[in-house]
């Protein structure tokens, strides 16, 4: 190959990786939508699927939620965890704030008759004094995010009495739905994953984007779950998280031996409109 073939090939794969950042930014953002936008289509869409907010307070963070039920013990619940949100406003510019314009994990709750409770990701909808833009880029799966799901969902357990739960995550928390699994392997019976991170080192490789810190890998999360059936929906036509990805976690686990993760593909759907077919425990 000759130089001149190598720098080409080299702008080539940099004009790659800027056009599916740009595209990532948008879809995964909601672009330009203002913070007020976002927070009264969220009380739009809690107010008409009749949903009960909440805050959680954990150590480092309070975690906005939701609930479709009224009664005081649910021995069973479903717990949806949602996506990014609106983390980029532009390449290499963080947002202040990443509450999602579109919340697909509440949407999600709405769809479900099942007692169920959705859990924002860290600083969207609610801030806490250690909100910065690392809990939203580079530090989404960072530790102290794991510990403030951990600390919630046991709260939700001993609020509710629950005994029994059946994990959902959209995107980026269907990586944290997984990791939830293994914090609480004795009491969980299932796990969906839709448009799912499931491994964020082959996500961002993927992308030709950095890094994320990640606490737990795939191989740790696959030995700690492996009595738990695990289904992972992917959209045919998703560019953020395509199917490849899916169906390499899903034959990485079953070439190690786990042969309890599934894939289901909706040919037709994208990143935002794979939910549509889902339907809540």
């Known amino acids: 190959m000759s130089q001149g073939t190598l720098k080409n090939s080299t702008k080539a794969r940099n004009f790659r990786a800027f056009c599916i950042f740009a595209f990532l930014v948008c879809a995964l953002s909601g672009c330009a939508a203002s913070l007020q936008n976002r927070m009264d289509n969220a009380d739009t869409l809690m107010k008409e ?3 009960i907010p909440a805050t959680l307070k ?13 009664q ?16 980029w406003a532009a390449r290499n510019k963080p947002t ?16 479900t008759a099942s007692p169920a409770i959705y859990l924002a ?8 004094p250690r909100c910065n833009p690392d809990f939203w880029t580079d530090g989404r799966f960072s530790a102290p995010v794991i510990e403030s799901y951990r600390q919630a969902i046991s709260q ?8 029994n739960i059946h994990f959902m995550g959209y995107s980026g928390g269907g990586y ?14 299932s796990v969906t994953t839709i448009a799912g991170v499931l491994n964020p080192d082959d996500w961002t490789q993927y992308h030709y ?22 289904e992972h929906i992917c959209g045919g036509n998703d560019q953020i998280v395509p199917c490849t990805l899916t169906e390499r976690f899903v034959a990485y686990g079953h070439a190690a031996g786990f042969t309890n993760h599934r894939m289901t593909r909706d040919e037709g759907a994208d990143h935002g409109t794979v939910w549509y077919g889902v339907s809540g425990q």
């Not at 005081?72 to 983390?87: A, F, K, N, V």
């Not at 990701?121 to 806490?128: D, E, G, K, M, V």
């Not at 939700?156 to 005994?163: K, L, V």
């Open 49 to 51: 699927a009749r949903l």
């Open 58 to 70: 954990t150590t480092d963070f309070s975690l906005f939620s939701a609930r479709n039920f009224t």
């Open 72 to 87: 005081p013990y649910q021995d069973t619940l479903t717990i949806i965890i949602e996506g990014d949100g609106y983390s």
């Open 96 to 111: 202040d704030n990443p509450t999602p314009k579109d919340p697909i994990g509440l949407s999600l709750l709405s769809h």
């Open 121 to 128: 990701r860290p600083c969207q909808y609610i801030h806490s």
């Open 156 to 163: 939700i357990m001993a609020r509710y009495q629950t005994r």
């Open 176 to 189: 944290l739905a997984m990791v939830m699994a293994t914090h609480f392997n004795q009491f969980t019976r």
């Open 209 to 230: 984007i950095s890094p994320l810190i990640v606490p737990m890998r795939s191989d740790d999360i696959l030995r700690y779950t492996g009595h738990i059936p695990f």
